[in-house]
């Protein structure tokens, strides 16, 4: 059962007012912070994404690292075994058709010579 009362149309539309006051009292903070946490949870997923692109790059460059240092090593014994002197000579003698020079006899020095007079390296005029 329900009880009316009549009103003046004034207070009516001050009750009115009222209670619309109140809902949209709130109304207004329940929309902010859905707005708030709706904007948090786009800043975590972007920051996410970010961090996910980031963490690839760091993968991919690991991972070229890890290529080059295997590429490192394999030139490190390919020059180990062209520095060898056996393979060396047997190149100069095989392809280049190079022969070891024949032993030579040392002279001795003569001291006995004096030494040149003057300066021996100067221009004569």
Same mark, same amino acid.
């Given at each position: @059962?329900?009880?009316?009362?009549?009103?003046?149309?004034?207070?009516?539309?001050?009750?009115? /007012?009222?209670? !619309? @006051?109140?809902?949209?009292?709130? /109304?207004?903070?329940?929309?902010?912070?859905?707005?708030?946490?709706?904007?948090? +949870?786009?800043?975590?997923?972007?920051?996410? /994404?970010?961090?996910?692109?980031?963490? #690839? *790059?760091?993968?991919? +460059? !690991? =991972?070229?690292?890890? *290529?080059?240092?295997?590429?490192s090593q *394999? =030139?490190?014994?390919?020059?180990?075994? =062209?520095?060898?002197?056996?393979?060396?000579?047997?190149?100069?003698?095989?392809?280049?058709? @190079?022969?070891?020079? /024949?032993?030579?006899? #040392?002279? !001795?020095?003569?001291s006995e =010579?004096?030494?040149?007079?003057?300066?021996?390296?100067?221009?004569?005029?």
């Amino acid at each position: @059962m329900t009880i009316t009362a009549d009103l003046p149309v004034s207070q009516k539309k001050i009750i009115k /007012a009222e209670s !619309q @006051m109140q809902k949209t009292g709130i /109304a207004f903070p329940i929309f902010l912070g859905v707005l708030v946490s709706f904007v948090l +949870l786009i800043s975590v997923a972007g920051s996410h /994404a970010f961090l996910v692109s980031i963490q #690839q *790059e760091v993968d991919s +460059l !690991q =991972l070229k690292i890890v *290529e080059e240092s295997g590429n490192s090593q *394999e =030139l490190r014994i390919e020059v180990a075994e =062209l520095k060898n002197t056996n393979r060396i000579l047997f190149a100069a003698e095989g392809r280049l058709n @190079m022969l070891a020079p /024949a032993t030579r006899k #040392q002279l !001795q020095q003569i001291s006995e =010579l004096p030494p040149p007079s003057g300066n021996p390296f100067r221009r004569s005029s």
